[in-house]
């Protein structure tokens, strides 16, 4: 069956350090992948989209990669600060169809 | 530039009752998407509609769900005879003519049946 995992575990890191999620998808051909922020009681916000043929993109303290090998997308975000806390989702569009499907989202926690 | 907006913000029906959830996109965005949202869950795709025409409805359930995105005026996610296990977030998002990829959301709409 088709698959998009993200760790349900809440993330806590420090601030001022790196924070690494990970989403892994399985039985999926995606055409490209993003990630969206999620705050709690509000509407998803679009932070970055990967294509199947990049390998990585970045946006100012944001950095996705993309391993079609792995079947995985790694979502870092370095010098992490409180504000940067809210819960981060993978969705992927698959080759064969056209809608945006998410995984389940993984929360951050940066404290001061 | 107004962004997604929905309405009602909350909503609370008995069971039975029928819900009615607003939507209306960015200005120029043609494709209008509805998700689902249950607490501590991820976003459930239900519906992919143009304007006058349901592209994608394969995450609606059989039953007592439809939607419609007519020719004028907002989308509509119509509940009819309400059960508890409607209570959820629900959200809509649009994408602009050429559809890139990126999602624009509302702030949701939630659904309480009691």
């Known amino acids: 069956s088709q698959k998009i995992e993200q760790n349900s575990e809440a993330l806590n890191i420090q601030e001022g350090k790196t924070a690494t999620l990970t989403c892994n998808y399985t039985n999926y051909s995606p055409a490209y992948l993003q990630w969206y922020r999620q705050d709690p009681g509000r509407g998803p916000v679009f932070l970055l989209l990967?294509?199947?043929?990049?390998k990585e993109k970045r946006k100012e303290r944001l950095k996705v990669t993309f391993d079609t090998t792995l079947k995985q997308s790694l979502f870092h975000i370095t010098a992490s600060q409180p504000a940067d806390s809210a819960t981060y989702l993978c969705a992927l569009v698959d080759n064969a169809g056209n809608m945006l499907t998410f995984g389940g989202g993984t929360r951050l926690m940066v404290k001061p | 530039n107004a962004g997604v907006m929905q309405n009602p913000r909350h909503l609370v029906r008995r069971r039975g009752q029928e819900a009615r959830l607003r939507c209306s996109p960015m200005?120029?965005?043609?494709?209008v998407y509805w998700y689902r949202q249950l607490p501590e869950e991820g976003l459930k795709f239900m519906v992919y509609l143009q304007k006058e025409n349901i592209i994608d409805e394969s995450g609606m359930p059989k039953e007592r769900f439809s939607a419609e995105f007519p020719k004028e005026g907002p989308s509509i996610l119509r509940i009819q005879q309400v059960v508890r296990g409607d209570s959820a977030a629900y959200f809509c998002a649009s994408a602009g003519p050429t559809n890139t990829g990126e999602l624009f959301f509302g702030e949701g709409s939630r659904l309480t049946v009691l």
């Open positions: 990967i294509r199947e043929n990049e």
């Open positions: 200005k120029g965005h043609s494709h």
